[in-house]
């Protein structure tokens, strides 16, 4: 029997009294209750009394919200706060990763692209260049100074990413919010220059062992063998002698990578991607980063690449210099082996950015959105426009 019933019921019963006219208004407004009861029937939608009756001010209520579906959205939650030191240190997790993976990765490239630049008339271009490699030291030596890569450019990458958040936030602290959407590009080249000058000093040792395992005739093939070879010869300055171009090469190329990877993502959201990156999936966004992290990758290559050629040459030979070199090789020769450089620098930045960014989407770091202008100056900005 439903509520319903036994209301009608209770209802004849009280005829015979003569407080009929007030019950039979108390039953009607129990009908109406027990009719609008949203327990009848699970599919029921739920409606919620405007309070006017009460005295209560007039409530706006979401149309047709169905109680058996109704549920709330879960906030993503994240492993530490921004800027934290927990943060950073991440950060710098992450740039290990993809720094010391992807360069060990391409190191039968980098081989080639070092010899092209170094002995020109023996390595004529990519193909001829693998050609003879493989020709004088079978297969394994396309593996040359693959140890000396992967802990050289982990330290990098612990750097050159890690400082990259530490840099960004202090210089941003330092401007103030306006500012630091104003003069974005310029806070992304501050800070990625400012952390690759630390990444570089990192670098130098085993980007020397790298370069003469690698290109010079004679030399031993491993680093345990390499390291004492030229500590003996050269004393520690050694390993460091090629640092100032390393700064010239990377400094440029880290610069290029960190602002035209930032503004590229930036424009990419906003005139590529068909909706905002807060409606995109974890996917969605790790593709927008490889694509911005590839265009970034093309031009670090041009720009960096005259610089890279010097490094080569001075970890080649102990007694040349930086004046002598370009003197030596002149404007055309300073760009032999752009094109080998251009694909592995574009697709080596694209990974580092993708597997950076996966790393963060994976420890659950924050991840800030674009940069977006600031309400305070919109608000700045539309009140001087009128």
Known sequence: MTLVRILRDLEKSLKPYETRKQSLKMIESLLDLAKSNPFITPFQTARCSSGENLGLPRTTVVPSRNIAFASAVPKEEFSCEYGSLKFFGLCGLGGIISCGVTHTAVVPLDLVKCRLQVDPDKYKNIINGFRVTLKE??????????????IGYSMQGLCKFGFYEVFKVLYSDLLGEENSYLWRTSLYLAASASAEFFADIALSPMEAVKVRVQTQPGFVTTL???????????????????????????????MMKFACFERTVELLYQNVVPKPRADCTKGEQLIVTFTAGYIAGVFCAIVSHPADTVVSKLNQDKSATVGGIVKKLGFGAMWKGLTAR??????????????????????????????EMPESLRKKLEAGSS
């Open 137 to 150: 030291d079978g297969t394994r030596g396309l593996a040359k100074g693959w140890a000396p890569t992967f």
């Open 224 to 254: 345990r063998e390499a390291v004492p070879i030229i500590y003996g010869q050269e004393g520690l300055s050694g390993f460091y002698k090629s640092l100032v171009p390393l700064w010239m090469r990377q400094i440029p190329y880290t």
């Open 342 to 371: 251009i694909i592995m620098i574009g697709t080596l930045t694209a990974l580092q950015w993708f597997i950076y960014d996966g790393v963060k989407v994976a420890l659950a770091l924050p991840r800030p959105p674009p940069a």
